[in-house]
């Protein structure tokens, strides 16, 4: 039997188009989310901010108030770069520093009201961005696609907290 496959040669295969799938997943996941950065860098310029400013000032939007090093993991990056962020944003005058009421050595970060300003331009500049991008995309998949990379958050979160690491 010259042309029979061993068992070796099938689960090599097997596995070799399961990682396809994986690969091509992961791989959409990361164009996806560059080009959305890409997309989004350009727009927050032309409102005077950079994509990283764009980011803190979205992130305490989703959560105001957070302390540094907390906004630090969130937005996955080292806590000094983030503090200059936080400094220019608060020149600025879009965000605030404040003791947390229980460690006075811990800043809190929060919104001011010169955000709401360019809030609702951040919100026009998303929709311009997303509809296109979502355009034939009916809402029940993307509320599938949504819960599945929830899903996979919450699983690798988990096997972070499992290997020693903080979730964020």
Do not use: C
Request: charged content about 30%; overall charge negative.
């Amino acid at each position: 039997m010259p042309n029979a496959e061993t068992h070796a040669e099938r689960a090599a295969a097997d596995m070799t188009n399961e990682l396809s799938l994986e690969g091509e997943f992961a791989w959409s996941v990361y164009d996806v989310q560059r080009l959305i950065g890409r997309l989004f860098d350009r727009r927050m310029r032309e409102i005077g901010l950079t994509q990283a400013q764009g980011r803190v000032l979205a992130a305490l939007r989703r959560t105001d108030g957070q302390i540094q090093t907390a906004l630090a993991d969130m937005l996955d990056m080292e806590r000094a770069p983030l503090g200059k962020l936080v400094d220019r944003l608060e020149e600025a005058g879009f965000v605030r520093r404040k003791p947390d009421a229980q460690d006075r050595r811990v800043k809190r970060v929060y919104l001011t009201q010169k955000f709401a300003s360019v809030a609702a331009e951040m919100v026009s500049l998303g929709e311009e961005i997303f509809d296109p991008a979502l355009q034939g995309i009916s809402v029940a998949e993307l509320e599938r696609v949504t819960n599945a990379l929830l899903r996979i958050k919450t699983n690798l979160m988990a096997l972070d907290e499992a290997n020693g690491e903080p979730a964020t």
